[in-house]
């Protein structure tokens, strides 16, 4: 015989007669009886529910919204918290195939994608509103038509902070970047990076709105498909075997940090309920001037200057700001993410401030780029057909480190 077994608040068993019985052959229906509704209260937070010990097949009672999710870090953030067991809500712009592939991140029924846009406020409130943490990492590194710098640095983050406030979220974490300032010294631009400044006024707004907000301030993120060791590979950031750069790269000093590694501080710190409020440096291990570290990547990629790789100082080219001009005018996306912005803040020392904690605060070890660099950079190598068991090529030397 058959057997069903069905969960409900209570069950009725229907009295047949005995020809009822034998017609049905002794089928038993089972007619529910619940004395409680089954709407969903819309104000429920799923936070309440928390189960399991926490891994990636449990709910750690975060149910967290990241808009910004499809981006280099705003995919490794969906990773780490997605093995954590948290909840995720990922707002989406466009087409749903470009997020897609982030529900792999969590277990089934724990990630969740909504549409929206950045200028409707209804979508973000829709994406926030069963959530107790927002991350925001919403960035572009140049400016479109429909989107300014102000607006996605300034006006953004403050309609999203505000939203959040007024949805009862308990925290939120924003990402903004290392050098912002309100007045960025000119190095080419004649006032300086309009970028860096939208993310100065974008602090200021999220504090206005969310004060108890957690700000990380990154350097030059890299890892995969970043826009910085990848950037400087590409053919297009090149003029012919030739690396441009301002003043030769000699006079800009970088301390680049690991897209796995704030990815983790950020993780770390909305665990820690101490971390409102507070301002964090996302940088890496070790400072390299840029030039040599640019030279160090085209070591990694056998491209030296046996191969014809040279660097010289890019005021003394009038070919190469040409073609950045003519680069901003093709339509759809910068090829190699080449725009006068981009190339004037990769030239901005990173300044450090020694009063504000780092990632290390956070219990990250920090990873050294010497050591993700030769993977990184694998598929833009010459002579990528030679097996590496047979030490044909010497490993290259790293870039020697800034005091």
Aim: charged content about 25%.
């Amino acid at each position: 015989m058959a057997h069903m077994r069905v969960k409900m608040a209570s069950l009725k068993i229907c009295s047949l007669s005995s020809k009822q019985w034998a017609s049905l052959s002794s089928v038993i229906f089972l007619q529910p009886s619940a004395a409680y509704s089954t709407e969903i209260n819309v104000n429920t937070r799923m936070s309440a529910f928390r189960r399991g010990t926490g891994g990636r097949s449990s709910f750690n009672g975060v149910v967290a919204t990241v808009f910004g999710a499809s981006g280099h870090l705003g995919s490794s953030i969906c990773n780490k918290f997605g093995n954590t067991g948290t909840q995720l809500v990922i707002p989406y712009r466009g087409d749903f195939y470009d997020v897609q592939p982030l529900k792999l991140c969590g277990d089934l029924g724990q990630i969740y994608f909504t549409p929206y846009n950045l200028k409707d406020e209804d979508s973000i409130r829709k994406a926030m509103k069963h959530s107790n943490l927002v991350i925001n990492v919403i960035g572009r590194e140049w400016e479109t038509k429909n989107f300014t710098f102000d607006d996605i640095y300034v006006k953004g983050p403050k309609t999203i902070a505000r939203i959040a406030k007024e949805c009862g979220v308990e925290r939120m974490i924003h990402v903004s970047t290392l050098n912002a300032t309100e007045h960025p010294v000119p190095l080419m631009l004649k006032e300086g990076s309009k970028y860096l400044s939208a993310k100065w006024r974008g602090e200021l707004a999220v504090r206005e709105e969310f004060p108890e907000a957690v700000i990380f301030r990154p350097s030059d993120i890299y890892g995969s498909e970043d826009r910085f060791i990848t950037y400087y590979a590409a053919f297009w950031r090149r003029q012919g075997s030739g690396m441009p750069l301002w003043k030769k790269g000699e006079k800009t000093v970088k301390q680049p940090v690991f897209v796995s590694d704030l990815a983790q501080g950020i993780l770390n710190a909305a665990r820690n309920f101490d971390t409102n409020g507070q301002v964090y440096q996302a940088i890496g291990p070790k400072r390299y001037q840029l030039g040599e570290l640019v030279d160090y990547f085209y070591r990694v990629m056998r491209k030296d200057k046996d191969w014809g790789y040279f660097r010289y100082d890019m005021r003394f080219d009038p070919l190469f700001p040409l073609k950045v001009f003519l680069t901003a005018k093709l339509p759809g996306w910068p090829i190699a993410s080449l725009g006068w912005d981009k190339i004037e803040r990769d030239h901005v020392t990173d300044c450090v401030d020694n009063s504000l904690p780092t990632l290390e605060d956070l219990g990250v070890s920090l990873t050294r780029i010497e050591d993700q660099a030769p993977w990184l950079l694998k598929p833009y190598r010459a002579h990528n057909y030679y097996d590496e068991d047979l030490g044909e090529f010497e490993k290259p030397a790293p870039p020697p480190v800034v005091a």
